[in-house]
C-alpha cells in the first residue's frame, strides 16, 4: 500500500508561487495515476492535476492550466506541483493521491471522480493560504 507525505504549503502573497511536494512510500509511482486535489473552506475537494506515470501524461483543471506544474522524480518516489501566479480563490487545503491505474479510466477521470470514491491512497493534506 502506498503511503503518501506532502509538504511545501504556507502563507503567500497573491502573484507568488510555491512548490509543493508529494513523498511516497511502501511502493513505488510504477502503474498508479497520481493526483493533486484541493479543498477551500465549504467547498467539494476538486481535482487540481492528475498525471499518469506510465507515459507522464498530464491533466489539469481549467482554474490552474498554465499557472500550475506538475512533475514527477521516480527515482526519488516524489511528486511535485509547483504553483505560480497564485491567486486568493487557490486558498485550500491541497492532498496527493495515488490510484492504480487499472482503478480509473483515464486521468481525467481522477481528478474528476476520485474526491468522491473512497480507492486509493491520501495525504494528510497541506495548507495553502494566498493573501496579501
Known amino acids: 500500500q502506498l503511503q503518501l507525505v506532502e509538504s511545501g504549503g504556507g502563507l503567500v502573497q497573491p502573484g507568488g508561487s510555491l512548490r509543493l511536494s508529494c513523498a511516497a512510500s511502501?511502493?513505488?509511482?510504477?502503474?498508479?495515476?497520481i493526483g493533486w486535489f484541493r479543498q477551500a473552506p465549504g467547498k467539494e475537494r476538486e481535482g487540481v492535476s492528475c498525471?499518469?506515470?506510465?507515459?507522464?501524461?498530464?491533466y489539469y483543471s481549467d482554474s490552474v492550466k498554465g499557472r500550475f506544474a506538475f512533475s514527477r522524480d521516480n527515482t526519488e518516489n516524489t511528486a511535485y506541483l509547483q504553483m505560480n501566479g497564485l491567486k486568493p480563490e487557490d486558498t485550500a487545503v491541497y492532498y496527493c493521491?495515488?490510484?492504480?491505474?487499472?482503478?480509473?479510466?483515464?486521468?481525467?477521470?481522477?481528478?474528476?471522480?476520485?474526491?468522491?470514491?473512497?480507492?486509493?491512497?491520501w495525504g494528510q493534506g497541506t495548507q495553502v493560504t494566498v493573501s496579501s
Open positions: 511502501g511502493d513505488t509511482f510504477d502503474y498508479y495515476y
Open positions: 498525471m499518469s506515470t506510465t507515459d507522464g501524461f498530464t
Open positions: 493521491a495515488a490510484v492504480g491505474i487499472l482503478r480509473m479510466p483515464s486521468v481525467q477521470a481522477m481528478c474528476n471522480r476520485m474526491p468522491f470514491i473512497d480507492i486509493g491512497s
